[in-house]
């Protein structure tokens, strides 16, 4: 069944009794007519050098395990990447930069992400998006974050049982932490917010740990921003925060 309403997407979003059935309602997502527009052109028009390949062009689940202790937030799909695989970090350089760290903490049993069905499997780890769709310059307006928010608190609550940390790469996924927090663990957000930055941690009683990294992005990994080592010593926290190391 689609959803082509906010109202659609809280009620799709509460009724999925498990990550399957959140996984399948998000695929059938149609709520943000500019999200929707954006992923289909981008499907249809394609990058060249990715002409020959069906695009996606839908919204992105989360993946990983369903008992996952650790969380992976980020912002959203990439164009040419999770909207043309179908898997979210999947066939892009950012993806390329996190799942080589993921496995390298032994967190996935393969470095290469480049297509869904590649044989990519995470341990202890579930990684999923703010806003589940593609945005043009990778920036969702404020209503499409909130139209999308059940699918993520949806997803957060389904792996609350085991979940202990939450990593949220960049201050787009920190700040849509908060809201999370409050609709999944009842806890409201501190006051004043705790300010995103790389390594920041923070800790609230009867949620899990929340832990800032600089986002994967090109933009980042390609300065020196965020190196391989940055990313490796926040993963380490991370398993450290949820009982692995
Ligand atoms: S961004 Fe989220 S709410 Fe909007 S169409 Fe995509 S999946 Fe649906």
């Given at each position: 069944?689609?959803?082509?309403?906010?109202?659609?997407?809280?009620?799709?979003?509460?009724?999925?009794?498990?990550?399957?059935?959140?996984?399948a309602a998000v695929?059938?997502?149609?709520?943000?007519?500019?999200?929707?527009?954006?992923?289909?052109?981008?499907?249809?028009?394609?990058?060249?050098?990715?002409?020959?390949?069906?695009?996606?062009?839908?919204?992105?689940?989360?993946?990983?395990?369903?008992?996952?202790?650790?969380?992976i937030l980020g912002?959203?799909?990439?164009?040419?990447?999770?909207?043309?695989?179908?898997?979210?970090?999947?066939?892009?350089?950012?993806?390329?930069?996190?799942?080589?760290?993921?496995?390298?903490?032994?967190?996935?049993?393969?470095?290469?992400?480049?297509?869904?069905?590649?044989?990519?499997?995470?341990?202890?780890?579930?990684?999923?998006?703010?806003?589940?769709?593609?945005?043009?310059?990778?920036?969702?307006?404020?209503?499409?974050?909130?139209?999308?928010?059940?699918?993520?608190?949806?997803?957060?609550?389904?792996?609350?049982?085991?979940?202990?940390?939450?990593?949220?790469?960049?201050?787009?996924?920190?700040?849509?932490?908060?809201?999370?927090?409050?609709?999944?663990?009842?806890?409201?957000?501190?006051?004043?917010?705790?300010?995103?930055?790389?390594?920041?941690?923070?800790?609230?009683?009867?949620?899990?740990?929340?832990?800032?990294?600089?986002?994967?992005?090109?933009?980042?990994?390609?300065?020196?921003?965020?190196?391989?080592?940055?990313?490796?010593?926040?993963?380490?926290?991370?398993?450290?925060?949820?009982?692995?190391?």
């Amino acid at each position: 069944m689609l959803s082509r309403t906010p109202e659609d997407v809280r009620a799709r979003a509460a009724a999925a009794a498990d990550l399957t059935a959140l996984d399948a309602a998000v695929a059938d997502c149609y709520a943000c007519p500019r999200l929707v527009a954006w992923r289909e052109q981008v499907a249809t028009v394609r990058r060249a050098s990715f002409r020959d390949q069906e695009y996606w062009g839908r919204p992105v689940p989360g993946f990983g395990v369903p008992d996952a202790v650790i969380g992976i937030l980020g912002l959203a799909p990439a164009a040419h990447g999770g909207n043309r695989t179908g898997r979210i970090f999947t066939g892009d350089r950012s993806g390329d930069v996190l799942f080589a760290a993921l496995h390298r903490a032994g967190l996935a049993n393969q470095a290469a992400s480049v297509a869904a069905g590649d044989g990519l499997a995470l341990r202890h780890t579930r990684i999923f998006a703010a806003v589940r769709c593609a945005p043009p310059d990778n920036k969702p307006l404020p209503v499409e974050r909130d139209t999308c928010a059940p699918w993520l608190h949806r997803e957060l609550r389904l792996i609350a049982p085991t979940l202990r940390v939450v990593i949220a790469l960049g201050a787009f996924a920190w700040a849509a932490w908060w809201p999370a927090m409050t609709a999944v663990y009842g806890r409201p957000a501190p006051v004043p917010r705790p300010k995103f930055g790389h390594g920041a941690q923070v800790t609230v009683t009867g949620g899990p740990d929340l832990l800032g990294c600089f986002h994967v992005s090109q933009q980042n990994t390609f300065t020196g921003r965020l190196t391989p080592t940055m990313l490796d010593e926040v993963l380490a926290r991370a398993k450290g925060l949820a009982g692995l190391a």
